[in-house]
């Protein structure tokens, strides 16, 4: 009689449908992909009063032509703009042409940029058209939509970042935990879609970007996990909740890529008509952070050099008392100053709850909008 050997559970996670294709292979995957999107964007940002711009549809490719549909929404009403980005003669050019008789073009010096100057210069005025954001997006991973639920993001889980190799088993028990609906951001270099030449795009010649390292010691990784390429956690949100959102992240690095990705996740917030409650968790266990964080804006968010060679994971770095303050503070501050700055016609308030150790606060801005937003920072 023959005796069935017993895998080792880790043998089976590896061989289980549950995984199938390695992570690797999904990482290599994703990146190749995402070389290839590409589409046009356009929003509201510094606007004083309450303005939606929602896409409709996708962007639609011609032979020497993008262009992509949207709705500018004010006081119930609502009209069409058409965003193209043209090929004439070797020039790249873009138009705006906004309730069929309004018209904004130019050369297309840059990929990102707000619209030129329309004719009708009270029209421009009571629709602020030249607060109108549009972006020739490249190598950029699509919008991820967000619904009412409980998220957990993990955040480009690099050996780069974890150079200790402290975070693998806390981030996969994240991941294979149901009690979340988990996605995972990949790093790669910032503005990396500058790299596409557009005539060859137009020329129909698939873009050739140099590759990304595949740099993880993830292994145990759900197939139905998304897996978004997001530079610096630069990648864009559909905000779909009506109720309230969790997010808990893990990963790194908090100062930079974690704050860029919650960032992203409020603007997605403000420039919709949601009025659920955001709330963002820290699992400072689970967490790293670099030396130098983001920059300017007055914020304090680096740490000191000999400290981060120590242990760069979150809350060792947060240990210290005379630190706790000075980081959390600045932390807060960009949500409550730079931020609320950029979207004050799209809320009436705007509620920030702060919990962290050494430093709790409660602050209320008030805004040109409707809307009474709240969002929390928890730390544990």
């Given at each position: 009689m023959k005796t069935l050997s017993i895998l080792p559970l880790f043998t089976l996670l590896l061989v289980s449908p549950l995984y199938g294709q390695s992570f690797a292979e999904r990482v290599t995957k994703a990146y190749l992909d995402t070389?290839?999107?590409f589409d046009l964007d356009?929003?509201?940002?510094?606007?004083?009063?309450?303005?939606?711009?929602?896409?409709?549809g996708e962007t639609q490719r011609g032979a020497n032509h993008i262009s992509r549909e949207f709705m500018i929404e004010k006081d119930n009403q609502i009209l069409p703009m058409t965003f193209t980005v043209e090929r004439k003669n070797r020039t790249i050019t873009y138009s705006a042409l906004i309730d069929n008789k309004h018209l904004a073009t130019g050369n297309l010096k840059q990929r990102s940029f707000f619209l030129g100057p329309i004719k009708d210069q009270a029209f421009s005025a009571e629709y602020e058209t030249t607060k109108i954001l549009c972006e020739v997006n490249f190598a950029y991973a699509y919008p991820h939509e967000l619904k009412d639920g409980n998220y957990h993001i993990n955040v480009h889980p690099h050996k780069t970042y974890d150079w200790q190799n402290r975070l693998t088993a806390v981030m996969e028990n994240y991941l294979n935990d149901k009690k979340f609906e988990s996605i995972i951001l990949l790093e790669t270099g910032n503005n990396r879609g500058n790299l596409v030449n557009i005539n060859h795009f137009f020329d129909g010649i698939p873009a050739k970007l140099p590759a990304n390292k595949v740099d993880s010691d993830l292994v145990n990784v759900p197939l139905e996990i998304p897996i978004i390429v997001s530079p610096a956690g630069n990648n864009r949100f559909v905000f779909q909740a009506k109720n309230e959102l969790n997010v808990t992240f893990t990963g790194g690095n908090h100062n930079y890529c974690i704050w860029n990705a919650a960032r992203h996740i409020i603007e997605g917030m403000m420039t919709s008509k949601s009025e659920a409650k955001v709330n963002f968790y820290y699992d400072t266990k689970a967490i790293v952070a670099q030396q130098r964080g983001i920059e300017g804006e007055g914020l304090q968010i680096?740490?000191?050099?000999?400290d981060v060679?120590?242990?760069n994971l979150l809350s060792d770095l947060l240990s210290n008392k005379n630190t706790q303050k000075v980081y959390h503070s600045s932390y807060l501050d960009y949500f409550r100053h730079f931020l609320a700055r950029q979207f004050s016609g799209m809320y009436k308030t705007y509620?920030?709850?702060y919990k962290a150790e050494g430093y709790e606060t409660t602050v209320i801005l008030e805004g040109h909008g409707t809307r009474d937003l709240e969002v929390s920072f928890i730390y544990f």
């Open positions: 070389d290839q999107n356009c929003y509201y940002d510094y606007n004083k009063a309450p303005k939606l711009m929602t896409p409709k680096n740490f000191n050099r000999r060679n120590r242990s509620k920030l709850n």
